[in-house]
């Protein structure tokens, strides 16, 4: 029995009705490399079984503390039906990429059943019509709170269930016997004993605070960097407002090799910079063509992971999750029309915010929360969504972009190859954009979650995606041109820097 930390438990006190709190994946497979070409749904149900061993907390539901005075616990589930949690459906035809995008969206909408184990997986069939994609392909679209995951620690969960080669056997069956639930006697004796030791954990940590105040005192006054212009400054833009429940979704991939030619172009930049400023690229597009685009520049949140093992893919990640991460702020610098221009600038902000940030101490930065009493945590987030206080107070960021890397080889699902992966967030009141990239096997998949009422045109910001990678893309190109020694870039001409032209075409798979 493990209780929920208070990063944990705040994804439960901050849902409400339009907004869930759950994350994910959308995982597409060609099933032709399976044994006997041929995946079935009886066997992913055994594929899954065979596995839940490897991340306990799948077995695990909730269970509050009396009154809400301490954060609930993570108990076995000792009714537990994997045959609920594991969903199968088909797409109508003709079954292409916009449908499945609609479909995911969909089941989005959904809240978890937070009396059972927070996580369903849906197997979907009938992918048709994706370009790109070879016949009988199907996606898997999986919902877990994040109460219980991370974007790390769900990396690793979602790798403990691929295998490396596409005939791997199953694990050997691992028995398994749910622990018996305590008492609301012991949970109340557990929260009295928790409160007692937390005046000296908050002494410890208050310990701990005063060197970071001095290093961040030595590193401003150094100037080695700086208090970012931005806070306080961020603009308001249609991504500050509310949110209806009803969510949206763009997707797309690039080749990660062309990514790593474009970071070469600035000096020190990271592919992580590339894909802020093609994050930054898009939106300027988008809000252009709304006639929307503030003079100052979007300010993005972009998360960092404080774990202690740096492998996303590792089985101690997935036996362990929960949530280890903290945040930076970095400008996207949709202000500036040039694309390398914006790229030198975002490396810029994103290299001083890891400095602000490795001067505090990331884990630092999180440590305080777990001294906000859970009965005032939830009601403040409860009072917080009453009182509309997103679109209320000045809003800190506009969106999020957040990078979790993923292996760089072929992984197989019951036999079926993994085409490409991609990443699904949460939007909520204020933060109505949300940004996830994952990487897999040469290929970085960008995937855009909003709300209906804010981004009508998913399909369409999905071009501004793609435009601002090959508008990047083509300056990096002209950048390299008589430089010894590089491969040149294949690349189409720049758009225009002006309200972009609606396009009629059918928006293509990002499968291809």
């Given at each position: 029995?493990?209780?929920?930390?208070?990063?944990?438990?705040?994804?439960?006190?901050?849902?409400?009705?339009?907004?869930?709190?759950?994350?994910?994946?959308?995982?597409i497979y060609d099933q032709s490399t399976a044994p006997g070409g041929l995946v079935t749904f009886k066997g992913i149900l055994s594929h899954l079984a065979a596995r839940l061993h490897l991340v306990p907390r799948y077995?695990?539901?909730?269970?509050?503390?009396?009154?809400?005075?301490?954060?609930?616990?993570?108990?076995?589930?000792?009714?537990?039906?994997?045959?609920?949690?594991?969903?199968?459906?088909?797409?109508?035809?003709?079954?292409?990429?916009?449908?499945?995008?609609?479909?995911?969206?969909?089941?989005?909408?959904?809240?978890?059943?937070?009396?059972?184990?927070?996580?369903?997986?849906?197997?979907?069939?009938?992918?048709?019509?994706?370009?790109?994609?070879?016949?009988?392909?199907?996606?898997?679209?999986?919902?877990?709170?994040?109460?219980?995951?991370?974007?790390?620690?769900?990396?690793?969960?979602?790798?403990?269930?691929?295998?490396?080669?596409?005939?791997?056997?199953?694990?050997?069956?691992?028995?398994?016997?749910?622990?018996?639930?305590?008492?609301?006697?012991?949970?109340?004796?557990?929260?009295?004993?928790?409160?007692?030791?937390?005046?000296?954990?908050?002494?410890?940590?208050?310990?701990?605070?005063?060197?970071?105040?001095?290093?961040?005192?030595?590193?401003?006054?150094?100037?080695?960097?700086?208090?970012?212009?931005?806070?306080?400054?961020?603009?308001?833009?249609?991504?500050?407002?509310?949110?209806?429940?009803?969510?949206?979704?763009?997707?797309?991939?690039?080749?990660?090799?062309?990514?790593?030619?474009?970071?070469?172009?600035?000096?020190?930049?990271?592919?992580?910079?590339?894909?802020?400023?093609?994050?930054?690229?898009?939106?300027?597009?988008?809000?252009?063509?709304?006639?929307?685009?503030?003079?100052?520049?979007?300010?993005?949140?972009?998360?960092?992971?404080?774990?202690?093992?740096?492998?996303?893919?590792?089985?101690?990640?997935?036996?362990?999750?929960?949530?280890?991460?903290?945040?930076?702020?970095?400008?996207?610098?949709?202000?500036?029309?040039?694309?390398?221009?914006?790229?030198?600038?975002?490396?810029?902000?994103?290299?001083?915010?890891?400095?602000?940030?490795?001067?505090?101490?990331?884990?630092?930065?999180?440590?305080?929360?777990?001294?906000?009493?859970?009965?005032?945590?939830?009601?403040?987030?409860?009072?917080?969504?009453?009182?509309?206080?997103?679109?209320?107070?000045?809003?800190?960021?506009?969106?999020?972009?957040t990078n979790v890397p993923g292996p760089q080889m072929p992984l197989y699902f019951c036999g079926a190859e993994m085409v490409n992966q991609y990443s699904l967030g949460i939007v909520q009141d204020g933060m109505t954009?949300?940004?996830?990239?994952?990487?897999?096997?040469?290929?970085?998949?960008?995937?855009?979650?909003?709300?209906?009422?804010?981004?009508?045109?998913?399909?369409?910001?999905?071009?501004?995606?793609?435009?601002?990678?090959?508008?990047?893309?083509?300056?990096?190109?002209?950048?390299?041109?008589?430089?010894?020694?590089?491969?040149?870039?294949?690349?189409?001409?720049?758009?225009?820097?002006?309200?972009?032209?609606?396009?009629?075409?059918?928006?293509?798979?990002?499968?291809?």
């Open positions: 029995m493990d209780q929920l930390s208070a990063t944990d438990a705040s994804f439960l006190y901050s849902e409400n009705e339009r907004t869930a709190n759950h994350v994910g994946g959308m995982y077995r695990q539901k909730l269970m509050h503390v009396p009154g809400n005075l301490d954060h609930p616990y993570w108990i076995d589930d000792p009714k537990f039906d994997i045959e609920y949690h594991v969903r199968h459906m088909a797409l109508p035809k003709p079954g292409d990429w916009r449908q499945l995008l609609i479909q995911t969206s969909r089941l989005y909408d959904r809240p978890l059943d937070m009396a059972r184990p927070l996580w369903v997986l849906y197997v979907i069939e009938g992918l048709d019509n994706v370009e790109g994609l070879p016949p009988g392909s199907f996606a898997v679209v999986t919902k877990t709170h994040h109460a219980l995951i991370d974007g790390v620690s769900g990396t690793a969960m979602a790798t403990a269930i691929h295998e490396t080669t596409p005939d791997a056997p199953d694990p050997d069956p691992v028995a398994w016997t749910p622990e018996k639930a305590p008492t609301e006697f012991e949970l109340l004796t557990r929260s009295y004993l928790n409160n007692l030791g937390q005046p000296m954990k908050f002494m410890q940590l208050m310990g701990e605070v005063s060197p970071a105040a001095q290093r961040l005192l030595d590193g401003l006054s150094s100037s080695r960097f700086k208090v970012p212009e931005a806070i306080g400054q961020v603009p308001r833009t249609r991504f500050n407002g509310n949110v209806s429940g009803h969510r949206v979704l763009a997707a797309t991939s690039f080749p990660i090799k062309d990514l790593r030619e474009i970071k070469n172009t600035v000096a020190g930049a990271t592919i992580n910079d590339v894909i802020l400023t093609i994050g930054g690229g898009a939106l300027r597009r988008y809000l252009l063509d709304k006639n929307e685009l503030p003079d100052k520049p979007l300010i993005t949140l972009s998360p960092i992971a404080v774990r202690a093992s740096k492998d996303p893919t590792s089985s101690a990640m997935a036996s362990a999750p929960g949530n280890e991460v903290t945040g930076m702020l970095v400008s996207l610098a949709t202000d500036l029309k040039d694309p390398l221009a914006r790229l030198q600038s975002v490396h810029d902000s994103a290299a001083n915010s890891k400095e602000l940030t490795s001067a505090i101490g990331a884990k630092l930065m999180t440590d305080f929360t777990q001294f906000v009493p859970s009965v005032t945590a939830g009601l403040a987030s409860r009072l917080a969504s009453t009182l509309g206080l997103a679109t209320r107070v000045a809003p800190i960021v506009n969106t999020v972009l954009l949300f940004h996830g990239i994952l990487s897999y096997n040469g290929k970085l998949s960008i995937t855009a979650m909003s709300d209906r009422e804010v981004m009508p045109d998913p399909a369409f910001y999905q071009e501004c995606l793609e435009e601002a990678f090959r508008e990047l893309k083509t300056a990096a190109l002209g950048a390299a041109a008589g430089a010894p020694g590089r491969e040149p870039l294949a690349a189409k001409p720049p758009a225009a820097d002006k309200r972009p032209a609606r396009k009629g075409k059918a928006v293509k798979s990002p499968g291809k």
